[in-house]
Nanobody
Framework: QVQLVESGGGLVQPGGSLRLSCAAS????????MDWYRQAPGKERELVAT???????NYADSVKGRFTISRDNAKNTVYLQTDSLKPEDTAVYYC?????????????WGQGTQVTVSS
């Protein structure tokens, strides 16, 4: 069973930055992708960014040019560098691991970390 633990959230002023981390423990299949999602109060959870085990990335239009996803495969850790933060970025940020087995995909979620952007 894989466990994911997020960290790095907090309170930041508009225009500020935070670096979120998600550390995965346990046995992880080599073919995988890691995602960052976020959920604001009263809204549905939305996909923010994705990175594959090969390093390919994809971003939601709302964060392109401001957020950067990266990963350290040796540490089984994915990062989300969030810059030029806006109040509308306020949400609980979750990481998700998708492992692609021949028989199907296994999905694991972290517990989330709160990001609050406010002056």
């Amino acid at each position: 069973q894989v466990q994911l633990v997020e960290s790095g959230g907090g309170l930041v002023q508009p225009g500020g930055s935070l670096r979120l981390s998600c550390a995965a423990s346990g046995s992880i299949f080599s073919s995988n992708a890691m995602d960052w999602y976020r959920q604001a109060p009263g809204k549905e959870r939305e996909l923010v960014a994705t990175i594959t085990s090969g390093g390919s990335t994809n971003y939601a239009d709302s964060v392109k040019g401001r957020f950067t996803i990266s990963r350290d495969n040796a540490k089984n850790t994915v990062y989300l560098q969030t810059d030029s933060l806006k109040p509308e970025d306020t949400a609980v940020y979750y990481c998700m691991l998708r492992e692609f087995y021949y028989t199907g995909t296994r999905v694991s979620w972290g517990q989330g970390t709160q990001v609050t952007v406010s002056s």
